[in-house]
């Protein structure tokens, strides 16, 4: 799989989102579907600090982008039972051509995971829980749960998936890397990190991801053999005061365009 880094565009919004869009070819993905989109979001954190503005600016930006799919890496809230029901009410107002899919993150688990899956579910969002899907032919989307607090089983997650299909794995936590054959085309896509969530000169986001989160992946493309990875950087904030703050890291909307290496047009 190619990711073509030279064709990477930046925007950034009045309320300070970004808005990065990649162009991939994606291994397996048939010439007929060639040219779709997929917008990815990441870790809202209800609960910490006021995300609500942002959060509903985020949902508008990206249905302005009015993609194919959708793919939520979790964390949408901090922790409390309380901000399952109020922060999937805004996300039901996500609106993708052809489907909502998400992934839990280690903060769900500790607020209402089941309540938030069967919230989730209600509002037209599939959770890959653990769990693959044939999204449009010849494309298949696979949710691992949480690495770190939820209950992942990763053979399970990839069972069934044909061995030359176009595949997505949506990961909250990237170090699902680690655990995957170097071999195997596919896309995986990881939030968690906030990117650092505050950029200085020390202790480098790398340095708090390493150490704090116990990852190297901190923000953008990686690579192991055939298997590419992004990890989105999020649009909320965690951590207590003052910490629970962004420093030259913006919140992120992340549309990858898809193409097919069987295309005559990329
Ligand atoms: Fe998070």
Known sequence: MAESMNRVEMSRSSAGIE??????????LPAEQSDITIVQISDFHRGCGDPDELIANVVGRVNELAPDYIVITG?????????????????????????????????????????????????????????????????????????????PDLDKALEGVPKDAALILLSHIPNVLLHLPASRDMLVLSGHTHGGQVKIPFPTPYLVCLFHLKTRFVHGWYRKGNVRLYVNPGIGVTGPSPLNRRYRCPSEITEFRLISPASQDN
């Open 19 to 28: 808005l990065i869009r990649h162009t991939v070819e994606l291994a397996g």
């Open 75 to 151: 964390d949408f809230v901090e922790g409390r039972r309380r901000d399952v029901l109020p922060v999937v009410k805004m996300v039901s107002g996500l609106c993708a051509k052809r489907g909502t899919f998400a992934v839990l993150g280690n903060h769900d688990h500790r607020g209402d995971p089941e309540l938030l899956r069967a919230a989730l579910e209600a509002a037209d969002i599939c959770v890959l829980h653990n769990a693959n899907m044939e999204v449009g032919p010849g494309l298949w989307f696979a949710g691992v749960d949480d690495l770190r607090e939820g209950r």
